[in-house]
């Protein structure tokens, strides 16, 4: 009788599984003494092999999504365009008033950076090579922009506005705007940080568990030859 048989590597050690027969007893090797292995225990693996490919394929197929990545792309081009705005109403300020104080000039160097930054940033999630890399740029970002949200509410907020930055101007509507792209902005980039995050950590969890997978399917082959007895009187040779 012709016995097909799956060969599995256990703590280093070579043992047949029979499809068509029993084996009670593996004989003896050097570095596994008196091993005994039913034809169900050899099971879980197969299970686990197929459950890592199908967690692998689940992550890949979320965060390679396109609606993931326009997303990101749409957040980005808001941070932009928050920015944009931001850097025109500061500038006029800083340009017509000649008045200069830290608040003024903070905020605008934060929105003069994060503009030239994002003029680039925003067509990144486009690219299939991209995973989130600029998780650390948003995570920086972010904190800027909460600072200078900070300045402009404590400039702004209530009745302020027509005695700070710059003092005795009344154009209130414009000092609003500053407030209210501010909170725009952080929001979005915010909101980029846990995505990217996200993407970042499938990225890195998928080459993590294809790593696995190629140790797994490698061709199960050996140049160690391991007698085995079927319980026919013959020995077969592994």
Known sequence: ??????KLHVIRCEVVWFKDCLV???PETDNCPNLRLSPTSALPSVKSRTTTKMDTTNTKRFFDNPIIRTFLGLHNFLVLASSTILTGILSYFLHHYRYRNTHLVYQEVIAVVTLFL????TFLPAFKFY??????LN???SYFWLTSLIFSSQDYAGNRCLY????FVNRCRLKHTIQAFWIIGFSYLFLNAILEALM????RTNRLLHGGDIEKDRPL?????????NGHGTTTTV
């Open 1 to 6: 009788m012709r016995h097909e048989y799956v």
């Open 200 to 203: 970042w950590a499938g990225s």
């Open 139 to 141: 995570l920086l970002l």
């Open 131 to 136: 995973r989130g890399y600029m998780l650390p």
């Open 24 to 26: 009670p007893e593996i």
């Open 221 to 229: 082959t050996s140049g160690n030859a391991v007698p085995v007895s």
């Open 164 to 167: 700070n930055s710059p003092p």
């Open 118 to 121: 994002y003029l680039f940033a």
